[in-house]
């Protein structure tokens, strides 16, 4: 009981039925994203989770018998700490609770609501809740006013609920979007172009391969690592093409071209809100065509024709996102210790997440003094 009429409960998954926890065909009745859900996360766990030995807390607040905030948490082991987090392992884009939308917990509760969770769970040594979404649907995200910092993360999304024609208005848009469509129409006359948004079953398991060997190249030659190659992802976006897209949280595109893949997509589906999350293109093949530009133009088109309200692009700071989005989505992160353990991995965090300004900094001061160095051209 943590009074002020609010309830904290943990469970584990195996509770998970008789909870009731809420599902895709639950939007209606809650403020969540996709990421939070029953069938996101029943696949998480067992794919990541079982990969990195987390353990799922599932955490209901109630006020007066009711629910008013849901958090699918999980202890994670780091150096000795045990480290409380969100289920994400880099598939959550947005991590946030999930809201009541007849009595949300007020800000000034939520410090309250978190001492508790951790005294209820027992030998918490940090919290790390990274990319939580200030604004969560329409609603403030409680999570959002505990100390916290800003996220080197952005969400972005493409509003559906314009029209195509202002949609295309904007003048850093509209030159873009006519190269597509005038690519397409030259590719057309060249090759049999096709789009899939319902792909046969049977060629599922061939388009996630596809998705594998192109994303994790694009990876290689971005990033310099896989991220598919960490624990439990392949494994995690193979489910979701088989279950996922049998409950409905999945949704997976295919362009084709005389048959062969040019770029494909895996992603997720919540009400009237599509995440485009799992995107490769086949570049050294088809390269001058832009296929994955083509692809993402006509899931703007498809889903504005299904009534879907927007087009989650997840987050990241990617620069096409820049032309295409219509919105964005400010995120915060939260970062605590309670024991001497948790300090030491607080710091550590810390370090890692201001490495890249570190960097940044070191590189400027070289070249400043590589070019007080460098003849002058008198």
Not at 326 to 355: P, Q, W
């Amino acid at each position: 009981m943590l009074g002020i009429s609010l309830d904290i409960v943990v469970h584990g998954m195996d509770d998970l039925d008789s909870i009731c926890w809420p599902g895709v065909a639950d939007a209606a009745q809650w403020d969540m994203h996709v990421f939070q859900t029953r069938e996101f996360i029943s696949i998480w766990v067992e794919t990541i989770g079982k990969a990195r030995s987390a353990q799922p807390k599932l955490i209901i607040v109630s006020r007066a018998g009711d629910p008013v905030m849901l958090l699918p948490l999980c202890i994670e082991k780091h150096a000795g700490a045990r480290i409380l987090r969100f289920m994400d392992g880099g598939v959550s884009d947005f991590n946030a609770p999930i809201l009541s939308r007849t009595g949300a917990p007020r800000v000034d509760e939520v410090p309250r609501i978190l001492r508790a969770i951790t005294r209820a769970i027992g030998g918490v040594d940090a919290i790390d809740l990274r990319h939580m979404p200030v604004i969560l649907n329409a609603s403030a995200n409680p999570l959002a006013a505990l100390p916290n910092r800003p996220s080197r993360n952005l969400g972005s999304a493409i509003s559906l609920v314009q029209s195509e024609e202002t949609y295309a208005s904007d003048p850093e848009r509209r030159p873009v979007l006519g190269q597509m469509e005038r690519k397409l129409s030259q590719a057309e006359k060249r090759s049999a172009v096709t789009f899939e948004f319902a792909p046969d079953p049977s060629t599922v398991a061939g388009v996630v391969d596809f998705l594998f060997e192109h994303k994790s190249k694009q990876y290689l030659a971005t990033v310099g690592v896989d991220a598919l190659a960490f624990p439990g992802i392949k494994a995690f976006f193979r489910q979701i093409s088989t279950e996922g897209l049998a409950s409905g949280l999945g949704c997976m595109s295919v362009l084709r071209i005389d048959g062969d893949i040019g770029a494909a997509h895996l992603g997720y589906a919540l009400s009237n809100r599509v995440y485009y999350i799992l995107m490769a293109d086949d570049r050294p093949r088809f390269a001058k065509m832009s296929c994955g530009s083509l692809l993402l133009l006509q899931n703007i088109h498809h889903y504005r024709a299904e009534g879907k309200d927007a087009l989650d692009l997840g987050i990241g700071a990617e620069p096409w996102k820049r032309v295409w989005r219509t919105n964005e989505t400010f995120l915060v992160d939260h970062l605590s210790a309670s024991s001497l353990k948790g300090h030491v991995y607080v710091l550590m965090r810390r370090a890692i997440a201001d490495g890249t300004m570190l960097g940044e900094v070191r590189r400027r001061w070289r070249a400043r003094g590589s070019a007080a160095l460098r003849p002058s051209a008198s």
